[in-house]
């Protein structure tokens, strides 16, 4: 079994900004973009670590911040939370799904995807922006953690959205493999609340 988290790249995404972590309203990133320091492209070229401007454009179409609202800021679009989504996709969801498939030609692969946005944080202060599913918040739900809510507090069952054996189709792009990968039958996810949905527009 072997599985990636929703929001891997919150985690990650401040340190290309703030390595402080500091909390500002909004987010670092968020902040850089209002004040003209930065703009939403050029971040998401330190993010992805690359300046082709098609490659940029390619990730800032497709990941506008309008998408990704901060529910930790009034749900105002969140260039840090759609920054760690680009994260969490290249290194974690594309990567992951790309090794299962792989996986799945030699052996059973059963793989997850833990889902909890409103996961405790146990890692860093508050910065602006939510963590949500971030790097490494399942491992309290699957280790003897201490539940600071109590027996039956935050630890939840989790719940089979699918589990497979065997191959999946090459995919044209990485671009939410996750939710193809549940089309696919490859996942299973951990979640204790349904998963809101991000708007699709401004």
């Not at 500002?24 to 330190?46: C, N």
């Not at 405790?120 to 539940?147: C, K, M, N, R, V």
Request: proline letters at 9%; hydrophobic letters at 40%; one cysteine or more.
């Amino acid at each position: 079994m072997q599985g990636t988290n929703l929001n891997e790249g919150t985690l990650f995404e401040p340190l290309f900004f703030d390595p402080t972590f500091t909390f500002v309203p909004g987010g670092r990133a968020q902040f850089l973009v209002d004040h003209g320091i930065l703009s939403y492209p050029q971040e998401v070229g330190v993010i992805a670590g690359t300046s082709d401007p098609t490659k940029v454009g390619t990730l800032v179409a497709l990941y506008p911040p309008a998408n990704f609202p901060n529910p930790d800021n009034n749900n105002k679009p969140s260039a840090d939370e759609a920054l760690g989504q680009i994260f969490t996709d290249i290194i974690f969801t594309c990567r992951g799904l790309d090794s299962n498939q792989l996986l799945a030609r030699f052996v059973p692969v059963h793989a997850y995807e833990f889902a909890d946005l409103n996961a405790p944080d146990l890692f860093q202060p508050l910065i602006g922006f939510s963590y949500g599913a971030s790097h490494a918040a399942e491992l309290q739900y699957l280790f003897d953690a201490q539940d600071p809510a109590g027996p039956g507090g935050w630890r939840r069952q989790c719940r089979l959205a699918g589990a497979g054996s065997g191959s999946a189709a090459a995919a044209a792009d990485c671009g939410r493999t996750a939710a193809r990968g549940r089309d696919e039958g490859l996942l299973v996810e951990f979640r204790a609340r349904p998963r809101p949905q991000r708007p699709t527009g401004a």
